[in-house]
């Protein structure tokens, strides 16, 4: 989009300048006099008239003045600071079962291994263990999972009941999820998540040809065709949050036509996402990608500024960004929450740090039978911040991604604290794009 | 200005002041799961004076 933007990565301040501005930032460093110097004037001077040099500093030194510009890192003390939390959050796999053969699936054939469904008792174990570990908390969020948590939609409704049920003894309020291939939706089934769930996650990946590729049925035949008509009956008969949510792999790296094709279906909250697998995989995101997965993202950035000025209403998750009013300085130390006010529970009750951890027995942190949730983990994933990932503490991204995914971190490089880079470059561009439609959009 | 325009001003360090309450979203519960982008999550906080203002 040809802007040149200039982000002050501790203020969160975020800048469009000139050509003689960004040339001139490459030749000064804090702490900036009052005027420029004469050196700097002298190597630029081929390059730009000394009146636009002395106009494009005095701009950047105000900036410079109001800790606009080169701002200092205060937030280290606060990470230092940080103590583990109370639970606020539960993801349930409440079915480690699926309809689908996802060659993609991270959970196997969404089974985890162990093909089990859980029980009302053990969902209800789950909100008391979770209504126990959330001291001070208010809000708390349940997220139904698996699998494909449809198939056992009688515990999703008993969990929902019971907890609703101790709102007002508690004071805790539930936000309830819920992530669905949509197979088994039905009439009322899906009158019960329009009524009961604050935001649906629908899995699609796309274009029909894309998506059955990969998201075939247990026969192999493709889903895309039973899924699709089900998908457009509960979001047009919601007044809620979804979001269609797709996976792009090797397989389509001109991912943009899969979220254009979402939104012509009739879907306009949209979020494709990189696929996670082990590079060995026929269809993994390796380095070889990366170029190709970048133009594509920036492709996809052009599409919307078009659509958006056309009087569209396609919005891409990954391209949400409201630079003034997003979560504080604190939530962005660390991020995802995974292993501290975050948990996964499986069918028999068993804690995990997050839904992709699962199924790693060395990292189980409890149980919702006994109550029991392992402080040493959770002071462990506590400490999980932007200061304590050494690659992270320079990166100008660190308060956007907060230092990543930890399980996609673990699974790529062994260590909750090491990034997986390729990861971080993805998203490094999307926010590159997303700023950048931001400032298109509002015609800067 | 003519070299600079300001999309956004410098709103991380007055966020730290008053932030930290844990009121917001889990920021894997969206629509990720797989990925992590938490600068598109909202500030409950926020919301709840916003909502406020305008009742």
Known sequence: MGKSVVLDVNSGAVHLVSEVAYVLLDHISPPLTENLSQTVLEQLAGKFAPEELAQAYAELYKLYNGDELYS?????????????????????????????????????????????????????????????????????????????????????????????????????????TITTNGLALNDEITDYINQEMSNVVLSLDGRKEVNDRVRRRVDGSGSFESILPKFRKLVGERDGEYYLRGTFTRHNLDFAQDVFELYRLGFDQVSIEPVVAAPKQPYALTERELPEVFAEYEHLAELMLKDSREGGT???????????????????????????????????????????????????????????????????????TVYHKPECRDCWAKYYCSGGCNANNYSYRGDILSPHIISCDMEKKRLECAIALKAAQLDL | MKHVKTLAGATLKQSAEQGGCGNCQASCQSACKTSSTVANQRCERKTESKDTKSA
């Open chain 1, 72 to 176: 200092g890192d205060g937030y280290d003390l606060f990470a230092d600071k940080l103590v583990p939390s109370p639970v606020k959050a539960l993801c349930l796999n409440v079915a480690h079962q699926c309809n689908l053969r996802c060659a993609y699936c991270f959970a196997g054939d969404g089974d985890y291994g162990d093909s089990s469904l859980m029980d009302a008792q053990t969902g209800k174990k789950a909100i008391d263990y979770l209504i126990a570990h959330s001291h001070g908390r208010e809000s708390l969020e349940v997220d139904f999972f698996g699998g494909e948590p449809l198939l056992a939609i009688e515990t999703v409704k008993s969990v929902v009941d019971y907890a609703r049920g101790l709102e007002n003894e508690t004071g805790k309020r539930f936000r309830f």
């Open chain 1, 314 to 384: 396609l919005n891409f998750f990954h391209y949400m960004l409201d630079l003034a009013q997003g979560p504080c300085a604190i939530k962005r130390l660390r991020g995802c929450g995974s292993g501290n006010e975050y948990l996964a529970v499986t069918p028999e009750g068993d804690v995990y740090p997050c839904h992709q951890f699962v199924g790693m027995p060395e990292w189980k942190m409890g149980s919702v039978y006994d109550g029991s949730l392992d402080a040493e983990k959770k002071a462990r994933f506590a400490a999980c």
